[in-house]
């Protein structure tokens, strides 16, 4: 995965590059979509973009990555299942998007083993926040693996696979699913 280092030449080459994806995309077909035509407008050489990103789907799979970073943290609703509830809704609609299942597919398709991982870091986040918050109230809670594999693991397969198929009747059962299965550090059995 391409690391920028902070800040510099670097970092301003991928903020240019990135916003000339973003804008070529809202103006262009997707298949019109060209390394040299992102690099004119980034203002940069297409060899910069080859060296960097190899090919135009690392190139995309970056920039919708960056896009999936969460801006702000998960909604604080009181309680855990409420703070669950409202981030597995959010997170559907998202990417349950023609939007945001394009993100997904791109950043699924790359090569790079780090970029997809990256997108497991991200939710596991998110879960350890929720988590954080529901233990500062004093909330029994389940550990985070519990809630990446009965929560948002089903979430990323039906968006994936059959994301029309979803409604809130079963986010609401994987979220009561995944906190039944009781607090942090308690031994889970396996059925």
Do not use: F
């Not at 203002?43 to 995309?60: H, I």
């Not at 918050?133 to 029994?140: D, T």
């Amino acid at each position: 995965m391409t690391t920028p280092r902070p800040g510099g030449r670097s970092a301003r080459i991928q903020r240019a590059v990135h916003h000339a994806v973003r804008e070529l995309e809202r103006e262009l077909p997707r298949e019109a979509l060209t390394l040299p035509r992102i690099a004119e407008r980034a203002g940069v050489t297409p060899s910069t973009l080859y060296r960097r990103w190899g090919n135009l789907a690392e190139l995309l799979a970056d920039v919708n990555l960056e896009s999936m970073r969460p801006d702000k943290p998960p909604a604080d609703t009181g309680t855990l299942t409420g703070d669950l509830q409202a981030w597995s809704e959010q997170y559907y609609e998202e990417l349950a998007s023609r939007p945001g299942q394009r993100m997904l597919r791109d950043v699924l398709a790359s090569d790079d083993a780090d970029r997809r991982r990256c997108c497991s870091d991200l939710n596991r986040a998110q879960m350890q926040t929720i988590l954080q918050r529901a233990h500062e109230r004093g909330e029994a809670a389940p550990a985070v693996e519990t809630l990446m594999e009965r929560l948002v693991a089903p979430l990323i397969y039906y968006l994936l696979y059959d994301a029309e198929a979803v409604d809130r009747s079963h986010l609401e059962r994987w979220v009561e699913e995944a906190v039944s299965r009781g607090p942090a550090g308690r031994p889970e059995t396996r059925r």
